[in-house]
């Protein structure tokens, strides 16, 4: 089994800045493209419940949502 670390970072509709960051394992070692499905959904889950980190703190994050990184990496 592999275990991937992953993060997504991006800006909301006002400039701030969000990050979100979670593990995934895969049966199935190198199935990249699933990892970067979950990650996405997660983030989207984590922006929307108020779980992302944001930049500017006490300051809300709305959408629209952009994603400026996408950060996979295995763990050792």
Do not use: H
């Not at 070692?29 to 930049?55: E, H, I, K, Y």
Request: charged share 15%; proline share 7%.
């Amino acid at each position: 089994m592999s275990v991937y670390r992953w993060t997504v970072s991006g800006t909301a509709a006002d400039g701030q800045t969000w990050e979100t960051s979670g593990t995934v394992e895969s049966v199935q070692p190198g199935n990249f493209p699933d990892v970067c499905g979950v990650a996405l959904q997660q983030s989207f889950m984590d922006l929307t419940r108020g779980r992302a980190v944001f930049g500017q703190p006490g300051v809300g994050c709305r959408g629209p949502y952009k994603i400026t990184r996408l950060l996979v990496e295995i763990e050792p």
